[in-house]
């Protein structure tokens, strides 16, 4: 099976890409190019020949930072949802598969546990566009979403700013009420290749990707102290409204067929951290 990678040099995509040179024939892309990587800008015009000998593309690339999205919505507008969209019609009209990296966001804030069958609320500005491209496609036998809860490494954003602060010997701002079901960046990686080998064995068109536990960033932090890094001190910041306008609070996002996809359960926080961090 050949895959192609639309943001291979990104937090995820690296890693799908790196997993999948392992069992695939894959190709990747970046927005410059370059380290084996072809060139794909979503803001310029592009080839679709590029991957058109190729039996699924993933589309990891984004611009998904909420804030971002929120203060250039139209800059945002035009890469998330305009040009995702026509390179997902370009694929979709060649007969090759697609699968969109969307977001639990799409959901809006839920309190108590939900799968796949809750209806869509997006919060802010990012979830909408992720919800667009969902909406023009999710009909389609070719398309299928993985919607991603908070996805943790000892690179993502988060902790590189909890090591930093560890580091720095300075008390880490923690935001709280903020509620995740947090998922270890390799269990994204296993599930979404698994997802497009054994494409026919998953009719479900949606499928949330998050991890076993519903964690605050207070019990992220505290998980990184114990197994990891022993120096880190925290204090505790209820966040303003702002904040929030584009972040639900919590969402107790689940599924059952994540688990079946990588043929166990995902890690717990505990365990991905103890995986991160005793491989450095």
């Given at each position: 099976?050949?895959?192609?990678?639309?943001?291979?040099?990104?937090?995820?995509?690296?890693?799908?890409?790196?997993?999948?040179?392992?069992?695939?024939?894959?190709?990747?892309?970046?927005?410059?190019?370059?380290?084996?990587?072809?060139?794909?800008?979503?803001?310029?015009?592009?080839?679709?020949?590029?991957?058109?000998?190729?039996?699924?593309?993933?589309?990891?690339?984004?611009?998904?930072?909420p804030d971002i999205c929120a203060r250039e919505y139209n800059r945002a507008w035009a890469l998330n949802v305009d040009r995702t969209s026509e390179l997902i019609s370009q694929v979709?009209?060649?007969?090759?598969?697609?699968?969109?990296?969307?977001?639990?966001?799409?959901?809006?804030?839920?309190?108590?546990?939900?799968?796949?069958?809750?209806?869509?609320?997006?919060?802010?500005?990012?979830?909408?566009?992720?919800?667009?491209?969902?909406?023009?496609?999710?009909?389609n036998p070719l398309f299928k979403s993985i919607r991603l809860s908070y996805v943790f490494s000892r690179e993502d954003r988060f902790t590189k700013y909890l090591l930093q602060c560890?580091?720095?010997?300075?008390?880490?701002?923690?935001?709280?009420?903020?509620?995740?079901?947090?998922?270890?960046?390799?269990?994204?990686?296993?599930?979404?290749?698994?997802?497009?080998?054994?494409?026919?064995?998953?009719?479900?068109?949606?499928?949330?990707?998050?991890?076993?536990?519903?964690?605050?960033?207070?019990?992220?932090?505290?998980?990184?102290?114990?197994?990891?890094?022993?120096?880190?001190?925290?204090?505790?910041?209820?966040?303003?409204?702002?904040?929030?306008?584009?972040?639900?609070?919590?969402?107790?996002?689940?599924?059952?067929?994540?688990?079946?996809?990588?043929?166990?359960?995902?890690?717990?926080?505990?365990?991905?951290?103890?995986?991160?961090?005793?491989?450095?």
């Open positions: 099976m050949k895959l192609f990678v639309v943001g291979a040099s990104g937090y995820i995509g690296s890693r799908v890409f790196s997993f999948a040179q392992d069992s695939f024939d894959v190709m990747g892309t970046s927005s410059r190019g370059g380290g084996g990587l072809l060139q794909l800008d979503l803001n310029e015009s592009f080839e679709p020949h590029n991957y058109y000998d190729f039996d699924v593309v993933l589309i990891t690339a984004a611009i998904s930072a979709i009209s060649s007969g090759r598969r697609v699968v969109f990296f969307s977001s639990d966001t799409v959901y809006g804030e839920r309190e108590d546990a939900f799968d796949e069958a809750e209806e869509c609320n997006p919060a802010g500005e990012y979830a909408e566009m992720k919800a667009e491209v969902e909406t023009r496609f999710i009909g560890a580091q720095d010997g300075v008390e880490a701002d923690l935001f709280h009420p903020f509620y995740r079901t947090i998922v270890h960046r390799e269990d994204v990686a296993e599930g979404v290749l698994a997802l497009a080998a054994r494409w026919e064995e998953f009719p479900q068109r949606v499928i949330n990707f998050g991890g076993p536990e519903v964690l605050s960033r207070i019990d992220f932090a505290e998980c990184l102290r114990r197994y990891a890094v022993k120096n880190l001190r925290f204090r505790v910041t209820e966040p303003g409204d702002e904040f929030f306008k584009n972040r639900p609070r919590i969402i107790s996002m689940s599924s059952e067929i994540f688990p079946m996809l990588l043929g166990r359960s995902a890690r717990t926080m505990e365990e991905a951290v103890r995986l991160e961090f005793d491989r450095k």
